[in-house]
């Protein structure tokens, strides 16, 4: 077990040392605030304060974590050896010459997110806003390096302690916003689709309708048997999130009420993990989200585990609370969908920290580091397998999970299925 003392033991310093030591490192932690059972203490044993008591592992503490709310933090980047970092200390001949808790709670809780700034059309916080952009290290897991390096430091300063050894993987999620996109849509709006092709001179997207409800070619979003064919090959389950919300102008999923539509959810159910793809209501909406989740739990027969929601739309801290009210605890929405890297700067599952109250969640946030689209120039044909390979290697170093993104209709053309089985067969 490993003591740590800090002059001001805080629900932010318990949080992040638990996540930092426990989740990540494996190693049990405990906390003073008393100088003399610090002292006293013969086992490994950690200060975190201004000062160094004496000649223990010593962290300069900043304020941050000893702070309550939101406020301006002065951010200076530095190099660590070859690590970006901030929060410096005074001593650069320290073992840890950076608080690298506070650093790591900056980025974890996403406090730039509560800070004033500038949304994106659809009112999310963009990646060009945050500090990782800003500062070119928004493809590196800088969290997870700080980790490995502060491991560095418990192996030297107490070789008897053992850490959890961590272990890469790759973990797909693919989203169904629509599940068909001609077929099981109904009269109405088969007919509307013709409508509005035919008014807008897409001919070819008519005939390939017609061939379709015809029964002559497969439908473009029905990828699920070659979903299913695949994943029976990889040791990893795949995560299926399904929207179930009413039909509106941004909602055009099959009515969930359909059997056919509840026996695909079901059929990919005993393959994969299903979860819930939030529509923009149940992003909105408390009470729509609850029957959202009440449609899902009905045609799984399973408590609802996992969550996305639709368009990446995140806002802080309310978006995380409704999921949490409805007693879900994991979510995959943690990321950016036209842009490749790490919104937490993390590859690894972090508890979502709620900032207004101060208090550490159950809800587990996994993040994603790329959704295909962001990699993929269909008007070029072409795929940026150098930022693909650059951030899997970068999250291999850390032994992280690599998290990428789908959705159904990103099948559609032959880039995406490239990328997806060359996940699957480099890592298996």
């Known amino acids: 077990m490993l003591l740590v003392y800090t002059h001001k033991i805080t629900p932010r310093v318990t949080y992040i040392f638990k996540h930092v030591c426990t989740r990540v490192m494996g190693i049990k932690v405990s906390f003073t605030s008393k100088v003399e059972d610090f002292i006293a203490h013969d086992g490994p044993k950690l200060s975190y304060t201004q000062k160094q008591l004496g000649n223990e592992l010593h962290i300069s503490a900043v304020d941050l974590l000893f702070e309550q709310g ?27 010459p950076y608080d690298i808790f506070g650093a790591a709670f900056y980025m974890l809780s996403r406090y730039e997110e509560y800070l004033p700034h500038v949304k994106d059309a659809l009112g999310r916080f963009p990646a060009s806003e945050s500090i990782a952009y800003k500062h070119h290290f928004l493809d590196r897991p800088v969290v997870d390096e700080w980790i490995s390096r502060f491991k560095e430091a418990i192996r030297s300063s107490f070789p008897s302690d053992k850490i959890k050894e961590l272990q890469f993987e790759t973990q797909v999620v693919v989203d169904v916003p629509q599940a068909y996109a001609f077929r099981k849509i109904g009269f109405l709006r088969t007919v509307g689709g013709y409508g509005r092709d035919f008014i807008n001179f897409r001919l070819k997207q008519n005939f390939i309708r017609t061939q379709v409800l015809l029964g002559l070619r497969k439908d473009p979003f029905d990828i699920f048997s070659w979903l299913v064919n695949v994943q029976k090959q990889s040791s990893s389950r795949f995560k299926v999130f399904f929207e179930l919300g009413d039909y509106t102008e941004d909602s055009k999923n099959i009515k969930y009420s359909k059997r056919s539509f509840q026996s695909l959810i079901k059929m990919v159910g005993d393959y994969s993990c299903v979860g819930l793809l939030v529509s923009k209501k149940g992003a909105k909406s408390i009470t729509e989200l609850k029957e959202e989740k009440r449609r899902i739990e009905y045609i799984t027969n399973r408590p609802l585990k996992q969550t996305r929601i639709t368009d990446y739309k995140i806002t802080l801290p309310t978006s995380y609370r409704n999921l949490l009210d409805q007693e879900i605890l994991e979510d995959y929405t943690m990321g950016y969908p036209d842009t490749p890297g790490f919104r937490a700067s993390t590859s690894t599952p972090f508890l979502f920290y709620d900032l207004d109250y101060e208090i550490q969640t159950p809800l587990m946030i996994y993040p994603f580091c790329i959704h295909v689209n962001a990699i993929i120039d269909e008007n070029k044909h072409t795929v940026d397998s150098v930022s693909l390979t650059k951030i899997k290697n970068a999250v291999k170093n850390v032994k992280g999970v690599f998290l990428i993104a789908f959705s159904n209709s990103d099948f559609t053309n032959i880039y995406s299925k490239k990328v997806f089985r060359t996940l699957l067969t480099t890592d298996e």
């Open 70 to 96: 939101v406020m301006d933090v002065d951010i200076q980047l530095q190099d660590w050896d070859g690590v970006p970092c901030f929060f410096a200390s005074k001593s650069s001949e320290a073992l840890v």
